[in-house]
DNA sequence: GGAATTCTGTACGCTACCGTACATATGGGT
DNA sequence: ACCCATATGTACGGTAGCGTACAGAATTCC
């Protein structure tokens, strides 16, 4: 048991998974640090220096945003995962940028060595490229809802997968930032928020929403939501215990058949 | 220099790229397979038996179809890649599906011995890596052509894509099934092809496309299609020159700066 | 050669969302 | 307490794409 309290790193769900000792190894260079709502982690194109591993309650969206200034969200990342995986994919950068969604903290890693452990090829690779499995299913998934869903059930499935990363029923989020992520109108999102205050659902005000009834969220969001949550609780490491046991034995054998 | 002319695995660019080494070791296992158009190469949840490298011609359509029917494709895969990475990236199984939509011949190879391989992180792996990465790109920019351009647009981009992976100018292909891949009516295709058609870019007849003017297709496409391009420049290696000589010395330095 | 199937063309009302414009409310700053 | 910036509400015409229906054209099958 290592000079445990102080070592929050395990609040990033990626981080807890690994083994003691690739988490030994990291640990000396992992920093901690807060971020800002709005703030740019990473701008399309540019070489990434950092990867950055959120903790509870800090949301990073990734967003590509076109020539004309039109937007939409690809994908978000909380404490299940991580923020620049082009580095160990090979790429180096990517054309989307990436920026907070939810301020909180997040555990920076320097680039390289990340890189090298996880050429390593232990259970970081293993981790990692799961985790970038079930960013893929969000993508796609994405893709799809933007294809065919109306703007109420896709507002839906994005508070609930904000609230999947959240701490609490409460987001601080403003419709604008919100049209933004869904690449939609602001009016268009103040429509559909306002049926789902009609129906109790949430509760907003000045830039904060509270989600009241989370069933009755479930209930109108279209497939996509549960398509890919199923997917991360398949390919992800369980939500970690409060009081870390990993690594010692997996309590229970995943949902992996077999 | 191997028992070369019967060789056509390199005219799959992934393979094409390994170090004769890796090569070899997986030549033995390649099967060389015709696949119709229509087929479907794996299903949503089904556990990956095989993995399959495409060879110039044919096209593999990942696709994501809903409880109601509708569908919209996600990707596409051709000489330049692979289906079947979530055999790698450690899910084993996508939520999508993957049907062929350009007839033709694939190599074939058991999934395990790929990832045998891929574990070996050599070559292959580096390759698969920028591979899945070059493929995020793809999705991601789908999920934002889906929401913001017209149908015209994305008809544009479809046939770029294609073309990019097809030896001629004609594809085989009905606007019912193009209709499918994009997601919308098989009536907004008809009326999106007949533009085209009216303006001299492509030409059609039932089942077949002949594409008449590329560069006037290129001037009407959205800029998705032109990020996806030079992300798969960038990431993967360049085709193959016909008398292969790769990994001797990469003739140019790709488009990549410095 | 004729029938059946499969593709493509056209039409028409409907709806969700857009672009724009402006009104109202809320909270923070001084 | 007031002002100002910011957030939200509402309205209205425009339009792209939908759902549906059906008609004509090109292959395939017998």
């Known amino acids: 048991m290592p000079k445990s309290a102080k070592i929050i790193p395990t609040q990033n769900r990626l981080l807890a998974a690994l083994p003691t000792e690739v988490f030994d190894r990291l640990l000396p260079y992992l920093t901690l640090t807060p971020v800002p709502l709005g703030k740019v982690v990473y701008e399309p194109g540019a070489e990434l220096e950092n990867v950055y591993f959120p903790l509870p309650g800090c949301i990073v ?3 590509y945003v076109m020539k004309d200034g039109a937007s939409a969200e690809i994908a978000v990342v909380g404490d299940e995962g991580m923020v620049g995986i082009a580095l160990f994919m090979g790429g180096g950068t990517t054309p989307s940028r990436a920026l907070v969604q939810s301020a909180g903290q997040v555990f920076l890693l320097n680039g390289s060595l990340l890189k090298k452990e996880f050429d390593r090829h ?3 690779q293993v981790l990692l490229l799961r985790y970038t499995q079930a960013l893929i299913t969000q993508m796609s998934q994405t893709a799809v809802c933007n294809r065919h869903h109306s703007v ?6 994005w508070l609930l997968l904000s609230r999947d990363r959240l701490p609490t029923n409460e987001l601080t989020m ?3 930032l919100i049209a933004n992520m869904l690449g939609v109108r602001r009016e268009g999102v103040t429509e559909a928020a306002g049926k789902l205050q009609a129906q ?3 509760h907003y005000s000045r830039g904060h929403i509270t989600i009241l009834d989370r069933p009755g969220l479930e209930a109108r969001v279209c497939e996509c939501y549960g398509v890919v949550k199923r997917e991360y609780d398949r390919l992800l490491p369980e939500k970690a215990a409060p009081l870390s046991k990993q690594a010692a034995h997996p309590s229970k054998p995943a949902l992996l058949p077999g």
Chains 1, 2 share one sequence.
């Not at 109420?152 to 499935?157: A, D, H, T, W």
């Open 174 to 176: 403003t419709q604008e």
């Open 61 to 63: 969206s990734m967003l």
């Open 152 to 157: 109420e059930k896709q507002l839906c499935r």
């Open 200 to 202: 109790g659902l949430i």
């Open 122 to 124: 232990g259970k970081l």
